[in-house]
């Protein structure tokens, strides 16, 4: 089934909230969860040096490695389960993704804040497929000057696609909340520039 498009002036956005089968999605939440080294990095915010909100493991080919607030990370190897999903997606979206950056949010106060994913090493116009397993949550965007908001509720196997000018012209966030929620993965397919 085709991704539908989401209207938000100034962005591409498509979304499918069923990408993943509840069986797949289940098996693979799973899989991750047990087998992805995750760690709290420290990020640099607002001039200092803090434990990350969340949990997290850069993944992907070798030479990608990725820079963001303020700290550098070299790339963990492909994990068995991801293998499928990097290739689907290439089929489906017709990008060759090297990386991903995995996300555990363990409840919800873990959380992510306003950024754009505007690295240099992921060009002028990145294509990012964010893959949600787990927990759903609200995913907010807002437009770096003018009053547009969208909010997405990012469902158990759903997948955002953010192309062309959405990281040139959003932010985006995914806040914390005060309701009890289950632990939830994020993959956001990525392809960066590769160190030679």
């Avoid at 709290?40 to 434990?51: L, P």
């Avoid at 090297?98 to 990145?126: K, T």
């Avoid at 908001?149 to 005060?178: F, I």
Wanted: glycine share 10%; aromatic share 8%; with cysteine.
């Amino acid at each position: 089934m085709p991704l539908t498009p989401i209207a938000l002036p100034g962005a591409d956005l498509a979304f499918d909230s069923a990408w993943l089968g509840p069986a797949r999605a289940d098996a693979l939440f799973a899989r991750l969860l047990a087998g992805v080294e995750w760690r709290t990095h420290r990020i640099r915010m607002f001039g200092r040096e803090v434990d990350s909100p969340r949990r997290s493991c850069w993944i992907g080919d070798p030479g990608a490695g990725y820079r963001y607030s303020g700290a550098r990370f070299e790339p963990h190897p492909w994990p068995r389960a991801l293998l499928p999903l990097r290739a689907r997606l290439r089929d489906e979206v017709g990008v060759d993704f090297n990386s991903v950056l995995a996300n555990l949010y363990r409840d919800g106060s873990d959380r992510m804040g306003w950024h754009s994913d505007d690295e240099p090493e992921l060009g002028p116009r990145p294509c990012i497929a964010s893959v949600s397993l787990g927990a759903a949550r609200r995913f907010l965007l807002k437009h770096r000057e003018g009053g547009e908001r969208l909010a997405v509720e990012l469902p158990h196997g759903s997948l955002l696609l953010m192309r062309g000018d959405t990281q040139r012209h959003y932010r985006h966030a995914l806040p914390a909340t005060a309701r009890p929620l289950g632990p939830r993965i994020n993959l956001t397919f990525r392809r960066v520039a590769v160190d030679r």
